[in-house]
């Protein structure tokens, strides 16, 4: 998988070529279309191969959910603590420097930010209440991310359908 993520670079590489040959073309056809074969062929040979190779591991792929779950950490939840700062009317820039400052109280604890004590969390933003606690939550952060392409279950399943249903027009 590391190999085809490198891979991007070179098909991103190759795009900058294609863009630059093609732009500004004074004519339907110029002599410099020449160099737009070989950025093109080898961008579908790359493609074509990535594919076969992501679709291989994908398939044969055996998820430990259980593994998964203990490298879950606390601190991923910064951001849905500076979300509810926001919802609060705190001005993002300032949540983010005020969660900043709860993440370092935790490190000096030895707590993460669901251990920090409540009263801790009032040095920093007087109106929370224990209700702020909820949002330490992995699943209900999964959950709340239900825009157009987020991880909500319902939003990731509306994309599968959406791809699923491309991908048997194409066959």
């Known amino acids: 998988m ?15 070529t294609l863009l630059t040959v093609l ?3 004074p004519m339907a056809y110029n002599k410099d279309m020449q160099e737009d074969k ?5 961008s579908l040979d790359t493609l074509d191969l990535g594919l076969r190779v992501a679709a291989a591991a994908v398939a044969t792929m055996r998820i430990n959910t259980t593994r998964m779950a203990q490298a879950l950490d606390m601190a991923m939840l ?8 926001v919802r609060r009317g705190v001005p993002f820039r300032a949540a983010h ?16 930010l669901r251990g920090l004590p409540l009263h801790e969390y009032q040095a920093v933003q007087p109106d929370l209440d224990e ?6 939550d992995m699943g209900q952060s999964v ?16 994309q599968v359908a959406r791809w699923r249903e491309r991908l048997n027009t194409m066959i």
């Open 2 to 16: 590391e190999l085809l993520r490198g891979k991007s670079g070179r098909l991103l590489g190759n795009l900058i």
């Open 23 to 25: 732009k500004g073309l």
């Open 38 to 42: 070989e950025p093109l062929f080898d």
């Open 78 to 85: 910064a951001t849905d603590l500076a979300d509810e700062l």
């Open 97 to 112: 420097g005020k969660v900043g400052r709860l993440v370092r109280r935790g490190l000096e604890l030895g707590v993460d």
């Open 131 to 136: 209700t702020l606690y909820t949002i330490f």
């Open 143 to 158: 959950a709340r991310k239900d825009s157009i392409g987020g991880t909500a279950p319902q939003q990731v399943q509306a």
